[in-house]
């Protein structure tokens, strides 16, 4: 298939598009890397099924022209592609370690990547890699098992930033120091975990309240 030039205008958005776009980290992306793949327009109406918000972000930008690419199909065939082209970047996963490789590589404006999104990345692989006590419920017995959240339970944290994971790294006597005195903490606050034994230490440190 070959690309053409193409006016902004000239193009209409795909009736009923399930997927939602993050227009701001597009209009970064083309302001900053231009245009790299084409746009996928329905030959007979000029409906986009691939690309829609890419377009709304030119059109933000005031872009005149962008490039697509035409295929002629009915109107069933193209639900078929806009179903597809948004089911298959819901499918596709990460091997997290060359993905920090590559981020940690390059200058992040354009990536729609942000700086805490490293310190997710690099908490995420260092929970991989840990292992925790659960109680085995046939024998009773301790088994010493590696935990991890579920791919929809890590995507849905990530997209609604409901969680976010604090990555601390000490010497080992240091690390052994740190866990005993969580330990009095949480006694002291009369709190059940590490994370809300910290959060009070900082609030009485800095005299100020936990943001509710």
Known sequence: MEAIKV???????????????????????????????????????????????LWKAAQELKWEEISIVEVDVDDTQAKKIVAVDNRSADLGTYDENLLLELLSDIDLKG?????????DLLALIEEQSTTAWQINGENGQQENVQIRPSLAERAQRYQERTIRLLMCEYPNHQYIWVVEALTGLREKYKVDSNAEAILQAVAEVTQTEVPS
């Open 111 to 119: 990536t729609g990547y942000e700086p805490a999104d490293l310190d």
């Open 7 to 53: 006016s902004v205008d000239s193009l209409k958005e795909f009736d009923g598009n399930p997927r939602k776009g993050n227009i701001k980290h597009l209009m970064d992306s083309l302001t900053i890397n231009g245009q790299y793949k084409p746009i996928v327009v329905q030959k007979t109406t000029r409906k986009i099924l691939a690309g829609n918000h």
